[in-house]
């Protein structure tokens, strides 16, 4: 048939959501910063103009454009506009060190590099040539003001002025041309290059805005990182309902709630750690947003205390699931029938599991070493593994590591877990994280669940340490409630009353928590500590920490 | 890249979402009628069973299975069960005539034809052999009872008794594979089948979610036939958030009431004569719906009087608009900030256009004879055009009538329109319908709203009849409001005072207004009528009427 009679076959692309908000909505607000706030006409001429300026820069199909700045407009226009020029955004984690940065700048080979002022030290300092020779430009934010020297370079304003405003249109040949790459957070090793095409970010988008009730009222603040997974996608699903983007530049609790309730924000996303930090901050006391405000956690469960604070708030969380390579949320804990009339404890339990997939996510399944699925029994542990259209196109650059990744044709998650008879997924551990001691599998998870609830605790790491006899025993790493002084047995005497005791931490460490940017617990520094100079096991052919 | 490793390209497939919804709600609700009732997952295996007396009797990939029933369970599970084996379902307008009955399964070579034995004498009495030999199967109805004789041939019980329950599972190797074929109404010439794809149906669907909000706790009454374009995809989005379907066997008043407060009815699909009806039964009077119904509608724009009836019953209406060659809804017309307060008369004018595209289905353009947009004024005419992922695939064995409704790679929906300034369509005519008077072009749709304006009308129909000096003018043909008695002259006057004088009908004549099957208008009829033993002006080309 000709290509004229493919009336029916248009590539998918998050081009085609922003162009239809153009269309329908140009009145309406698509982006406040500080006291700056766009239209989305307004909004659609600035991401055209961006687009025009990477065009005249020379970036074209295929080419890199990194960024390393917090979440400002540009930093969210950039999710539009260098797709238009069918070129790949490389956002970078602004948490990173030099020689991260460096090494990411030269691994996607970006040719232009668009970095914050406040971040500019971290490329000055990077140790080693950067082998494309990237251009910058700094990226200035008039509501910060200059916080920090320039690059070499010009500025955002300077760069983008006189470049033609190009139409903003889906006009991609190919939709599973790549759209990002969001380099892993690579604990430990390097990085990789996780590839987004323009057809999984679209359907991931559309999944969205049903499942989190997106719509043109909406009013989303962006308390998650931008780089994070390119925002779950949540810069082309809220655009593709005509929503209002508020910028934020960094997490800070009287902030959130000034711009929640001046801007009649309706959602945001973010680690329980930052939930936590939201509702312990005086300026959140007293509050009660009403209408209730959807808020989607991931990285860790809420637990029951979170869950009962978050009520008072008047937040509505929503438990989700995914990884940098599953465009962020692969599955979320739908909520079945009279769950909502449960007490805070009893939705905790069920809110505790990672769920089921999004409508657009497909299979998520809990295999053994040789792919069989585990008993759907809550009991029997597996590695978590997906497939769909939300999976990753592939490491950038890296075959083998895509290969092992798709091994026996599923995205192989790192994850430990369990299948409830329900067919919900409930995750016990990573797969480096896990525990053995004595031949048995503890789940960290399952012991920090039960630490937690000990009302002196605020938050909780487990990690295995040397055990003489055991090979490997559980350690609990805590952050206690401002005042409380718990002793040692205490909180060891409060797990054995409500664990089997091989899972119990035979030690408890009272600290500050490590963190990584986006407030999740940094297990393996931790465990580092625990394990200097001595070699740990080994758990299905991995060596855990490498 | 090998096959294992596109983990990521996953088919588009409405089997997708039911498979979902098994997995993810097997104990919810999924369809009602009568006093039966089927949980998704008893309704998962009477689909599963279905599926496998499906495969039993040697249906496979791309054979065609008829159906023609009302809104019964089993048409609905064929929309599932019938993609399961990779066929194709053909849903048959079960208002149509013995003749066009049987050109249908002859064109379509149906294998299988299943009957609801009310329907069997349209059956029975196709005047001309089958070419193909179906094999027939009664769907008896134990709600209804067995009101006719049944054809030769087992009962849906005694065929699908005993088959294997397949398992419901996206397996499709091809996601533009045909799902179904749909003929279209064919008021003069004969019906063209109409060919929907995997890939399409699922956009369709998901976008659906989101522009209907459609979640788990909705419930869907069939007031729309299932054979209308697949239920505008309904069957699939309703079914893909673990909704409820609530089938009826027959538009009628009194029953819409009693289920939607019994099943607690959230969204009906319906042409206005069916709102209308609802309105003006006695079993609505004094009945507020609360919280409000959503229900989209579609064939003619609600009218003020519509709106104001609809919003004391507790009804939220949606105005939308396609065809069969767009999968049902292209358009909506989405509302905009400020609509809802504005009153009644002001809403129904914003609300009288057919708006912008649905998320999911891509472009819409007004243009002329040589494909050039038409101004965005409201006023200059054009013909409305579509691509995007929700045009058909094209007509089923036809490749001729396929390359001519996608002449220029857009699909011809043979409606005139307008383009307002802010980018929203608005029909002006059918081609066929549009009077050309003294050499201007007059919208019967745009004389219409006139008349109805009348206190004393409930609903109108334009056409063109003949006119010695200026080749044709408009004359109204009038239902009135119970009562009601005005003259001929009273209502011209007042057009008169609301419209240039030659857009005015010159008659009128007050009658019942002939009806297709989904409650729209029969203007051809009324044309033939008017030009009985004449000749209709040309208009684009095309003799009208023809």
């Known amino acids: 048939m000709s290509d004229e009679l493919r009336v029916y076959d248009k590539p998918l692309s998050p081009l085609s959501l922003l162009e239809r908000t153009l269309h329908v909505f140009p009145q309406q607000t698509a982006c406040v ?22 065009r005249r820069a020379g970036i074209g199909p295929g080419d890199r454009v990194a960024f390393l700045a917090p979440n400002v407009p540009e930093l969210l226009a950039a999710h539009f506009a260098v797709l238009q020029v069918h070129a790949v955004l490389v956002a970078i984690n602004t948490r990173l060190k030099s020689e991260e940065v460096g090494y990411i700048l030269n691994h996607s080979g970006a040719k232009l590099v668009m970095v914050d002022p406040e971040l500019a030290p971290i490329v000055r300092d990077i140790p080693h040539p950067l082998d494309a020779n990237p251009a910058f430009v700094n990226v200035e934010d008039p509501v910060a003001g200059m916080t920090g020297t320039p690059l070499d370079g010009p500025t955002y304003a300077e760069w983008s002025a006189g470049a033609d405003v190009l139409p ?22 390097r990085p990789k290059g996780v590839m987004y095409t323009h057809r999984g970010a679209y359907l991931n988008a559309v999944g969205a805005m049903s499942s989190h009730r997106l719509d043109r009222e909406s009013a989303f ?36 709630v000034e711009l929640i309730q001046s801007e009649n924000v309706t959602h945001f996303n973010g ?20 209408p209730p405000i959807r808020v989607a956690t991931g990285g860790a469960p809420p637990s ?33 029938e009279g769950w909502d009339q449960l007490d805070t404890e009893g939705r905790a339990q069920v809110m505790s599991r990672q769920g089921v997939p999004f409508h657009t996510a ?12 585990v008993a759907p029994n809550a009991e029997e542990m597996g590695e978590v593994v997906m497939t769909g259209n ?28 369990v299948m409830h008879p329900d067919g919900y997924i409930e995750l016990r551990d990573r797969k480096k994280d896990i525990i053995i001691s004595g031949g048995e599998n503890i789940s960290t998870i399952e012991v920090e ?68 940017s986006t407030g999740k617990i940094q297990k393996f520094k931790l465990r580092e500590k625990e394990w200097a100079g001595r070699t740990e096991r080994i758990y299905g052919g991995q060596a855990k920490g490498s």
Chains 1, 2 share one sequence.
């Open 304 to 336: 029951p205390t979170l869950l009962a604070t978050m009520e008072e708030l008047g937040i509505k969380v929503t438990h989700l699931y995914g990884l940098t390579e599953t465009y962020g949320p692969h599955t979320f804990c739908e909520m079945q």
């Open 168 to 189: 903003i249109v889906n006009d991609i040949d190919d939709e599973f041309r790549t759209t990002s790459i969001n380099y892993t957070s690579g604990t430990t090793g």
């Open 221 to 256: 603040l962006w308390t998650l990182p931008l780089f994070h997974c390119n925002g779950w996608c949540f810069p082309w699903s809220v655009s593709g309902v005509g929503g209002k983007h508020v910028m934020l530049r960094a997490v800070d609790p009287p902030k959130i």
């Open 33 to 54: 910063y500080g006291d700056q706030r766009w239209s989305w006409a307004e909004f659609g001429a600035l991401i055209g103009r961006f687009a025009g300026a990477l």
């Open 390 to 417: 939300n999976v990753m196109k592939g490491y950038f650059e890296d075959p083998e590591a895509t290969a092992e990744a798709f091994r026996g044709g599923w995205f192989h998650s790192g994850d430990i877990g």
């Open 449 to 516: 669940h039960t630490v937690v609830k000990h009302p002196d605790v605020l938050e909780c790491a487990v990690v295995s340490m040397p055990h003489e006899k055991w090979g490997e025993v559980p350690k609990a790493f805590v952050s206690l409630r401002e005042g409380a002084s718990p002793t040692e047995q205490e909180v060891i005497d409060f797990c054995r009353e409500r664990l089997a005791h091989y899972k119990c931490p035979k030690a408890i460490e009272f600290i500050d928590l490590p963190k990584t």
């Open 362 to 373: 497909a299979y998520v399944r809990v295999v053994d070493d040789r792919m069989n699925d």
């Open 271 to 290: 680690a329980p750690t930052v939930l936590l930090m939201l509702a312990e901050s005086p300026a959140a006391q007293g509050i009660h947003f009403d």
